[in-house]
């Protein structure tokens, strides 16, 4: 724990902390509309931005938002209007994506390390700026996500009901992927944009197991991807390891977990049930 005396650990378990709250809040919504893995499809089209950024001498960071925003607003889009399947348009974003990315950092003067950083994070040089930007636009989306969690669960959970509803359908579509892409380019620096996804997915597939409405699901699931933060920056910190695998690595184990837990305790229950005796069959009666 001595290494938390020092600013730039505290940085980083802060920033953690702050992405395993609001990843999971917004990843429900993900995980209820079946697009579990548009956070990779959207961290590829960030990894555009990143290079466009380096390329431009521009903010990586602020370009790779706007690059992120317009990927994810237009597969919300492409797959309202119907032209074409959400799993077709997220595997064009995802490849396309990767490849811009791959194509503008080639093209610019960025080293390895650099591109590393935003590939597979790097929690531990995240600055103070970086800080207050990873807990400003955080903090946005756990208030938005929790504040408008009866009619974002209506639209992801039934947009026919919810447009009958009277809710502003569209709306609430582009704001979840506004929050997707927001949430994609501030995990960058913590897990990386090759990772993201996991932490959105991971604690609430794991709550998902333990709980059955969901605003109780949401709140498990934040509370596992705070753990799953935290956990994972400690073990970072003192077994030296890459501080974005080391959180992601910690989230799947706590599924691996309760999932065994869950198929033991299913079968303890079922032996410890007794079972009902067979009723006795009616004997017939013969009328003479």
Known sequence: MELFQYPYMQRALIGALV?????PALGIYLVQRRLALIGDGVGHVALTGVGAGLLLNRSPVLVAVIAATIGAVAIELVRARGRTSGDLALALLFYGGIAGGVLL????DA???????YLFGSLTTISSADLVTIAVLGAAILVTMIALRPALFA????EEYARVSGLPVRTLNLLIAVATAVTVTIAMRAVGVLLIS?????PVATAQQVTRGFRSTMAAAMALGLFAAGSGVWVAATADTAPGASVVLVAIA???VVA????VWRVVRRRATPTAAPAPEPHEVVLG
Do not use: Q, R, W, Y
Request: a negative charge.
């Open 19 to 23: 992405i395993g709250l609001a990843a």
């Open 260 to 263: 065994v837990a869950g198929a």
């Open 254 to 256: 706590s599924f691996l």
């Open 198 to 202: 996991a932490l959105m997915v991971v």
């Open 105 to 108: 950092v080639g093209l610019s």
């Open 111 to 117: 080293t390895s390390a650099n591109l590393n950083a």
């Open 155 to 158: 639209v992801s959970h039934d």
